[in-house]
T-cell receptor
């Protein structure tokens, strides 16, 4: 089945230690998104890629970066995680030109910062 | 800007009860409307959607109708099950920026 895959499902890191979260997709979608979701809140968009074009949200901290080396993969890098960065991180994809407004989400990576 | 207001929870029902979760929106133009469901510890799953006025989205016994005149997209199910316990998010997508605007989510608990 075509899907959005996130690895790992759970990630523990130390305060200030860089961490990378991974997302891959077999849907061949051209837009990939990263969201941060804290407990009992709606997901908050951090940034998205439309093909290779990176689009950062105005209020996303500089501590968060992203890379998209090819259509299938997208990474979220947190350069110096703080305690406030502990959250669920969700990757999503959509396809411009087809059912472009529908986003499909992965299972998420729960990040714990010690 | 665009916004979504949905019924605040938590909502607690007995099995086989009727469910309504209200959702209203504010948007320019003609957005597409969505309901996503999130089970504990999981990502969001698309439950149903509607792309134009009077469209009805349906899936797994859930339904919602795009009402332009009342700017609403209320989620309904005739008979809920324990397995429907989850957080439900109403969302809209409009324009060319490919972004979703979410409501705050409604926690539904269904007791046997």
């Amino acid at each position: 089945d075509a899907m959005v895959i996130q690895n790992p499902r759970y990630q523990v890191t130390q305060f200030g230690k860089p961490v990378t979260l991974s997302c891959s997709q077999t849907l061949n979608h051209n837009v990939m998104y990263w969201y941060q979701q804290k407990s009992s809140q709606a997901p908050k968009l951090l940034f998205h890629y439309y093909d290779k074009d990176f689009n950062n949200e105005a209020d996303t901290p500089d501590n968060f970066q992203s890379r998209r080396p090819n259509t299938s993969f997208c990474f979220l890098d947190i350069r110096s995680p703080g305690l406030g960065d502990a959250a669920m991180y969700l990757c999503a994809t959509s396809r411009v030109g087809g059912d472009q407004e529908t986003q499909y989400f992965g299972p998420g990576t729960r990040l714990l910062v010690l | 800007g665009d916004s979504v207001t949905q019924m605040e929870g938590p909502v607690t029902l007995s099995e086989e009860a009727f469910l309504t979760i209200n959702c209203t929106y504010t948007a320019t133009g003609y957005p597409s409307l969505f309901w996503y469901v999130q089970y504990p510890g999981e990502g969001l799953q698309l439950l149903l959607k509607a792309t134009k006025a009077d469209d009805k989205g349906s899936n797994k016994g859930f339904e919602a109708t795009y009402r332009k005149e009342t700017t609403s997209f209320h989620l309904e199910k005739g008979s809920v099950q324990v397995s429907d316990s989850a957080v439900y998010f109403c969302a809209l997508s409009g324009g060319s920026n490919y972004k979703l605007t979410f409501g705050k989510g409604t926690l539904l608990t269904v007791n046997p």
